[in-house]
Structure formats: C-alpha cells, structure tokens
C-alpha cells in the first residue's frame, strides 16, 4: 500500500493515479443503491460488475484463488465508492465509516480478512483517513448470481 502522507491531490486525482476511474452504477428495480438516515448512508451491497459483467463467479477455496479474490474485492468497493460519491456529492465528500464484506467461500478457507484487506485498502488509498473504517469480513456459502464477494458500507459526508 501507497504511503498516502506523502501522495497529495484529491481523492480523485489519487483514484486517477491508480489509473481507476468511479463507474456507473445503474439502478435496479428493486431497491436502491443508498439511503440516507440522518447523516449515515447506507451503500446497498455491490457486486464486483464492471460496464455490465460480473467479473468473476465461484467459491474461495474451491473455484477461486486468494488474488482473484482480492481483485474482485476491491472492484466491489470500487462500485461502493462511486455510489457513495453520487449519495453525498462527490468523492472528496465520503468518509467510510464502516464496511461489511462476505465472502463466498468454503467452511475450510477461512481467509476472508485477506480478501477484504483489498478493499480495505482500496479505500485508504483513495480516500487518504477517510478511508479508513470498522470491518467485519463474513464467509458464506453463496451469494447472488454465483459472486465470490459482495460488499456492503455505511458512510457520511464531510
């Protein structure tokens, strides 16, 4: 992980340098993406999709390995963060105050703060001490459409 004292800029332009930029995240029928309750927003859960497509199915531990994993972590918290932008007016505004992690992965694995420390750091090196957040990584049995990692946050704005 990048040392963020000596990385200056907005969080965009450090999410730029990562040579990432905030996705689309198009609505779904049937629930929102976030809720606001007094200063707290609460990310819906998101699945690592990139312009449409899951990019990746299967079971840590069985169809998936650790890195792949971890790809697909961050990629989930990447689809956070642009939600979490569009719910408080723009990434320089979010602070992460807490993040839910499951992880799709069998009885054995038991590696799942490996695969969120990914998205953990996505984070901090995006949003410098705003980033920073309480966690709880969950192993699982399966989650929706077959992902190996969905990903679910509350935030505020500052």
């Known amino acids: 992980m990048t040392d963020l004292h000596t990385r200056g800029g907005s969080a965009a332009e450090r999410l730029d340098a990562l040579g990432l930029e905030l996705p689309h995240i198009p609505?779904?029928?049937?629930?929102?993406?976030?809720?606001?309750?007094?200063?707290?927003?609460?990310?819906?859960?998101?699945?690592?999709?990139?312009?449409?497509e899951l990019l990746g199915q299967g079971v840590l531990g069985r169809d998936v390995d650790l890195e792949t994993g971890r790809e697909l972590a961050r990629h989930a918290a990447l689809n956070c963060l642009a939600v979490a932008a569009d719910a408080v007016g723009g990434l320089d505004r979010v602070r992460i105050v807490q993040m839910l992690v499951f992880v799709a992965s069998t009885?054995?694995?038991?590696?799942?703060?490996?695969?969120?420390?990914?998205?953990?750091?996505?984070?901090?090196?995006?949003?410098?001490?705003?980033?920073?957040?309480?966690r709880t990584a969950i192993g699982v049995a399966s989650l929706p459409v077959n992902t190996p990692v969905e990903i679910q946050m509350i935030c505020t704005a500052v």
């Open 107 to 134: 009885p054995d694995f038991g590696l799942q703060s490996k695969v969120a420390d990914a998205a953990s750091d996505l984070l901090v090196e995006v949003l410098g001490e705003n980033g920073r957040h309480a």
């Open 27 to 52: 609505d779904n029928a049937h629930y929102v993406h976030h809720r606001r309750v007094d200063s707290s927003v609460h990310v819906a859960g998101q699945l690592p999709y990139r312009d449409g």
